[in-house]
């Protein structure tokens, strides 16, 4: 069974193995790539585009997005009641402060906000509907 955290790096490497595939077949001149789509189109908007979107960018965010996952790990409960609806949770934003205990409170909603992006995708949701925002 797939989880979200699962989905999540799946998605991830996708769009890294996509930034480095664009960077192997364009090289290292980002910029000049930029320009010349530019000028082509004569659309600011395509070099704009271009700058938030270049390789070397969204290899930066993938970076960033698996940092924020690694920091949202989910592990198992170790405390349950009533009012606890999963065996598992975040062990950042489900843990107990009094106790230090992770609390059964499912996925967190960062990492349930970082998987939203890619809600079409057909492995989204398709394990646990929980996933929805």
């Known amino acids: 069974?797939?989880?979200?955290v699962a989905f999540s790096n799946a998605r991830l490497?996708?769009?890294?193995?996509?930034?480095?595939?664009?960077?192997?077949?364009?090289?290292a001149?980002?910029?000049?790539?930029?320009?010349?789509?530019?000028?082509a189109l004569e659309l600011g908007m395509v070099s704009l585009y271009w700058r938030?979107?270049?390789p070397a960018r969204v290899l930066r965010e993938v970076a960033a997005q698996r940092q924020?996952?690694?920091?949202h790990e989910h592990v198992p409960a170790v405390r349950q009641s009533d009012n606890h609806l999963y065996d598992?949770?975040?062990r950042t934003?489900?843990?107990?402060?009094?106790?230090?205990?992770?609390?059964?409170?499912?996925?967190?909603?960062?990492v349930r906000l970082?998987?939203?992006?890619?809600?079409?995708?057909?492995?989204?949701?398709?394990?646990?509907?929980a996933w929805r925002i």
């Open 88 to 90: 598992f949770g975040c």
């Open 13 to 27: 490497d996708e769009r890294e193995q996509l930034a480095r595939g664009v960077v192997h077949a364009v090289g």
């Open 29 to 39: 001149d980002y910029d000049a790539l930029m320009v010349a789509a530019g000028k």
């Open 114 to 129: 970082m998987a939203e992006p890619f809600d079409e995708h057909p492995d989204y949701d398709r394990y646990d509907p």
């Open 68 to 71: 924020q996952l690694a920091e």
């Open 93 to 110: 934003c489900h843990n107990d402060p009094d106790c230090g205990e992770t609390l059964g409170f499912g996925w967190c909603k960062t």
């Open 1 to 4: 069974m797939i989880d979200i």
């Open 52 to 54: 938030n979107h270049n």
